[in-house]
């Protein structure tokens, strides 16, 4: 039975086997290189294994990286050993960044969104959309905004960064394995 046939059985729209969204966290990292290898926006080569950097001119650039590790890594807070109940697979990836870097056009939250839709697809989008605000918060001195999420499907962290104009230039968005989002929220905290 084809992939297209099996997915129509299973009552699952065929996009979901092909789509954008195909490799996520918590998938394998070899899923997650196939997925980057096929992805139109990402089109990265064998030898960039899990991060994909792209310069349109000096003063725009896009990065894509998975990880197998944490936000913060597997260490607790304070030093005192591993989180419960975790230990590092090297197998699987637990988060996905991308970073836009532009300082002829301001990134906003919208692009950012947008950029996640493009890369996702419109189901992990939704999930974005509705998903419950944890923690906002803004670094004045170097004039950062960010945001901490939790969906049904994955927690989402993002931060734009003014240049020292104050255009905001430098985007970052984080797709992270929900479970990881106590983690996240305290290496925010330090």
Known sequence: MGLKRLAFSLGLPWCL???????????????????MQGHPTLQADRQEGLRVHRVDVPSRRFTFQA???????FQAS???GVWPNQ???????????????????PVT???LEESLRTIYGADIYADYRR?????????APFSTEG?????????????????????????????????????????LQR
């Open 131 to 139: 998903a419950e605000r944890l923690n906002s918060y803004g670094i």
């Open 78 to 80: 304070g030093g005192n």
């Open 147 to 187: 945001d901490v999420r939790l969906g049904n499907l994955y927690a989402y962290w993002l931060e734009i960064t003014a240049d020292d104009s104050g255009a905001p230039a430098i985007g970052k968005f984080n797709v992270v394995l929900p479970e990881d989002v106590d983690r996240l929220q305290a290496y």
């Open 109 to 111: 939250l919208e692009r």
């Open 17 to 35: 086997l092909c789509g954008p969204s195909y490799a996520l966290p918590g998938q394998s990292v070899d899923d997650a290189k196939t997925w």
């Open 87 to 105: 230990r590092a697979n090297i197998n699987v990836v637990r988060r996905e960044e991308f970073i836009l870097v532009d300082y002829d056009e």
């Open 67 to 73: 990880s197998v590790f944490p936000i913060g890594g």
